[in-house]
């Protein structure tokens, strides 16, 4: 007993260590890795995803890994979320996880996997036991580790809709609710008092795209980089999310995944409207080659890079926010 104990308070401490040392490097630089749509079932096709990320962690080095959902394709839910997971922990780096619409069909719910996950090295997913939802918010530190410099958001954008498949009146997939759009607006809002009024740059990470991607990807005026092989799977409601962050003025970018024939990112009033590279193996449909999105934060700028890092070593689609979309 003794022993659990102590294991348990070891994890705790090193995800707070890990938490509290979130910072830009001295040459104002961060960089986060984002792996979406791993899908790792434990079969032989699996294998690719894993190798994706070995190859992006040993390329990249990043300060922070973000997964965006759909982790998991199969049971046991435990035993796969685990082999991805660690599979990302050994290389040292702090990590965070959000689930997509598949990850609970597996056997556990995405709170129990998110538990699961909190026993892993180097997560620094925080203790949302006490919350209805699994949304949290980093802060990455200037260089000197005294003030926040960069605001990430993670929200967890769900599954279907009350009674799907029976009831499709509703649309396919599930929105962010009116209570996680006033969760957002007043972490803004109290960030931006705590920093004397002005609004921190920052970035947004979920899984289902905003029913914006929409609208962006048809404006014939917009500039799209990356590729665009099918249409957004968005909810059909809107309930706000992209208006309240225009309004808030400090997401300069929402990075998704859930579309796997997508990697393209598109402004849309002023916020980059983005997506991952498809992570996973062959297990589900995929048509781009296995990889990861890379964004590269400048300290004190409302500016950042990005491209995409496949598994093959090749880097594509480099572009800078937001003079790339201009």
Not at 52 to 75: A, F, H, Q, R, Y
Not at 201 to 230: M, V, W
Not at 290 to 309: N, P, S
Request: net charge negative; proline share 4%; charged share 20%.
């Amino acid at each position: 007993m003794k022993r659990i104990l102590y294991i348990f308070l070891m994890i705790t401490c090193y995800t707070a260590a890990w938490s509290q040392n979130l910072k830009f490097h001295e040459n104002g630089e961060f960089k986060i890795v984002q792996f979406t749509d791993i899908h790792y079932n434990g079969t032989d096709k699996a294998k690719e995803a894993l190798d994706c990320i070995d190859s992006v962690m040993k390329n990249e080095l990043p300060d922070l890994v973000v997964v965006t959902g759909d982790i998991i394709w199969s049971k046991p839910a435990k035993k796969n979320l685990l082999t991805v997971l660690n599979c990302i922990a050994k290389y040292n780096k702090p990590w965070v996880i959000e689930f997509g619409n598949h990850d609970f069909e597996n056997g556990l719910s995405n709170r129990e996997l998110y538990n699961i996950a909190r026993s892993v090295k180097n997560n620094i997913l925080p203790d949302l036991s006490n919350e209805k939802e699994l949304d949290f918010i980093l802060k990455v530190k200037q260089h000197d580790g005294i003030k926040p410099a960069a605001i990430l958001y993670l929200l967890d954008t769900h599954a279907y809709p009350k009674g799907f498949p029976e009831d499709k009146s509703h649309g396919t997939y599930a929105w962010l609710t009116f209570e996680q759009v006033e969760w957002y607006r007043k972490q803004s809002k109290t960030i931006t008092a705590e920093n004397a009024g002005k609004t921190l740059p920052a970035l947004a990470f979920f899984h289902i795209p905003l029913p914006e991607y929409h609208d962006a990807a048809q404006n014939e005026n917009a500039i799209l980089i990356g590729t665009r092989r099918e249409e957004a799977c968005s909810p059909i409601f809107n309930t706000g999310m992209f208006t309240a962050m225009m309004e808030a003025g400090d997401v300069m970018a929402t990075f998704v995944g859930h579309d796997h024939d997508n990697d393209y990112t598109v402004m849309w009033h002023d916020i980059l409207l983005g997506y991952g590279r498809y992570s996973g193996g062959n297990t589900v449909y995929n048509h781009l080659t296995h990889g990861a999105r890379v964004i590269i934060l400048k300290e004190g700028l409302r500016e950042f890079d990005t491209y995409i890092r496949e598994i093959n070593g090749s880097c594509v689609n480099h572009a800078t926010y937001p003079t790339s979309w201009k």
